[in-house]
């Protein structure tokens, strides 16, 4: 069982930026490929970026290419995301997931463990 607790939402203005963290409880963090995703009321959740055990490998959606850097530190079992140039539109609650064998996942059925969550507010 891995426990995932996300922190660094919070309100910005838009053009701003912030980094989220997400702290994984296990022993083995790179051993898990890690991904952020996010909801925005009303709509369903969505994947954002994703990063092999190692780090070695991204992956972004085309929405945040370019503006968002997904990076890991498997000493302190921490994967964030750093979010510039942020937009309206990039207003949702921000999960942090993790799923077996280090390999990175763009679809939420992949992922094995979630975190509850954290807000992202952009503001116009």
């Known amino acids: 069982q891995v426990q995932l607790v996300e922190s660094g939402g919070g309100l910005v203005q838009a053009g701003g930026s912030l980094r989220l963290s997400c702290a994984a409880s296990?022993?083995?963090?790179?051993?898990?490929?890690m991904g952020w995703f996010r909801q925005a009321p009303g709509n369903e959740r969505e994947f954002v970026a994703t990063v092999t055990g190692s780090g070695s490998s991204t992956y972004y959606a085309d929405s945040v290419k370019g503006r968002f850097t997904i990076s890991r530190d498997n000493a302190k079992n921490t994967v964030y995301l750093q979010m510039n140039s942020l937009k309206p539109e990039d207003t949702a609650i921000y999960y942090c997931a993790a799923r077996p064998l280090g390999v990175a996942g763009t679809t939420e059925y992949a992922y094995n463990y979630w975190g509850q969550g954290t807000q992202v507010t952009v503001s116009s």
């Open positions: 296990t022993r083995t963090f790179s051993n898990y490929g």
